[in-house]
């Protein structure tokens, strides 16, 4: 069964930069389209970026564009998601998860979920 552990949060001050990691285990992902959603404190689960199985396209949710940048490599069986110019409304839980439909960014369509990673970005 398909496990995914994402990593890399943690405390960032507002401009700085971190790059989240999410690592799939007990089967390929190249034939998954691999999302990443966010839960901010006191607030539902926002989707905020996928890349396609395919072609490698990514798309973002427009809070985050020109800003986050998501990227898959194939042999690691990694997606990364490098999240530069921080702001504070970027706090929250990230989770990685795993869908067979390319570019939904509907959370009933993932299938598998990583645990998640905090990252704080405060002054």
């Known amino acids: 069964q398909l496990q995914l552990v994402e990593s890399g949060g943690g405390l960032a001050r507002p401009g700085e930069s971190l790059r989240l990691s999410c690592v799939g285990s007990?089967?390929?992902?190249?034939?998954?389209?691999i999302a990443w959603f966010r839960r901010a404190p006191g607030k539902g689960r926002e989707w905020v970026s996928v890349?396609?199985?395919?072609?490698?396209?990514?798309d973002y949710t427009e809070s985050v564009k020109g800003r986050f940048t998501i990227s898959r490599d194939h042999a690691k069986k990694t997606v990364y998601l490098q999240m530069n110019s921080l702001k504070s409304e970027d706090t929250a839980i990230y989770y990685c998860?795993?869908?067979?439909?390319?570019?939904?960014?509907?959370?009933?369509?993932?299938?598998?979920w990583g645990q998640g990673t905090q990252v704080t970005v405060s002054s």
């Open positions: 998860a795993t869908s067979i439909k390319d570019g939904t960014y509907r959370a009933t369509d993932y299938d598998y």
């Open positions: 890349i396609s199985s395919s072609d490698g396209h990514g």
């Open positions: 007990g089967e390929t992902l190249d034939y998954y389209a």
